[in-house]
């Protein structure tokens, strides 16, 4: 059976026991993209203004999952975990406010490009204008909300998992989430509709 | 098993948003990690092997459980002796690690190459958080999620 068809469990538990690096990769490939995007809605606008910030994100998210794949016990989905560690990695990072020299460069070019909300015309051809639109409603939700909702709805995450993966009760998770849908339809005007 | 089932059920979902959401992540976020440089898998055991649990290494009282990752760490922190950080026993660590390091995280890392290449000066903060990556309860939520 080649790596690409085992199971996440699986797969995990040949890294942690063995540190079999072809596991690591076929996670790593198949769900990289998933903390990408966890990652960078953790990060909300400073992904934006700066998206390398996602990318540090990951790589730190990706270090940690070297050892930090051990402690996943199987209990939720591996997706929901990687999620998590991918989520917290980001928050971590903004948290300690990296002042690397490069960093400190970047970040002053990118403080004289506008933020693309306010209308940055390429940063709006590149993205479209409704992906902007949507993008700033997300990111005026808190964490964790922001997260949650973006878990649950945009990736399917079950309640149960999150539930773990945030360390809340399964209640608090729903009526969370209700209030962060409520509030961006709230904010887009009912454009959306109901599901 | 009862009440997750129960759970399952009354689990909403906005199917509708939740498209419009991911659509919107995905275009803005990337679709993808650009994969790994290519070590051979031989290759890379044996130095996983020989960076995570070389006899002496100092890691392996402090971090016992995760020298892999830490001796990752260790490199780099060596490379700061210049921000002050004590090098005694650090510089047992084998340049295999870095490589590993190197090897197994994604093609677009910037921060850990731009650190450990000695290009900068890390220290300080930059310093803390590399070091922090692996102290429980450098996060404000604690350490990474156990489930």
């Known amino acids: 059976v080649s790596g690409d068809d085992l199971d996440d469990r699986v797969l995990a538990a040949r890294w942690s026991d063995s540190r079999d690096e072809d596991a690591y990769r076929t996670l790593m490939a198949r769900h990289g993209a998933l903390m990408r995007r966890a990652a960078y809605v953790a990060l909300g606008t400073a992904a934006r203004r700066d998206p390398g910030m996602v990318d540090d994100a990951v790589q730190e998210a990706c270090l940690r999952l070297l050892d930090a794949l051990r402690s996943f016990r199987g209990e939720s989905s591996l997706a929901t975990f990687l999620a998590a560690v991918a989520r917290r990695s980001a928050l971590d990072h903004l948290r300690r406010g990296l002042r690397h020299r490069a960093r400190l460069e970047r970040a002053a070019r990118l403080a004289a490009v506008p933020d693309a909300e306010s209308g940055d015309p390429a940063a709006a051809v590149e993205l479209g204008a409704a992906a902007q639109s949507v993008l700033a409603l997300l990111s005026r939700l808190p964490e964790p909300d922001r997260s949650l909702l973006y878990l649950r709805d945009a990736e399917g995450m079950k309640v149960f998992d999150l539930a773990l993966a945030f360390g809340l009760p399964e209640g608090t998770i729903k009526s969370k989430l209700a209030r962060a849908r409520a509030r961006i339809r709230r904010s887009a005007g009912g454009e959306w509709g109901t599901a | ?147």
């Open chain 2, 1 to 147: 098993m009862k009440s997750k089932s129960r759970n399952e059920a009354s689990d909403e979902r906005d199917e509708a948003l939740g498209g419009i959401l991911r659509n919107a992540v995905e275009a803005a976020a990337g679709q993808c990690l650009p994969g790994f440089p290519g070590l051979s898998a031989r290759a890379l055991s044996s130095r996983l092997e020989e960076a995570a649990w070389a006899p002496g290494d100092w890691l392996r009282n402090r971090y016992l459980p995760r020298l892999g990752a830490a001796a990752a760490v260790a490199v780099f922190i060596g490379g700061t002796a210049a921000a002050g950080f004590s090098i005694s026993g650090r510089a047992r660590i084998r340049s295999s690690s870095l490589e590993v390091a190197r090897s197994i995280m994604p093609e677009r890392s910037r921060w850990v190459p731009e650190a450990m290449s000695g290009e900068g000066v890390p220290a300080g903060a930059m310093a803390d958080f590399v070091e922090g990556l692996w102290s429980s309860g450098n996060s404000a939520e604690g350490f990474w999620p156990v489930f």
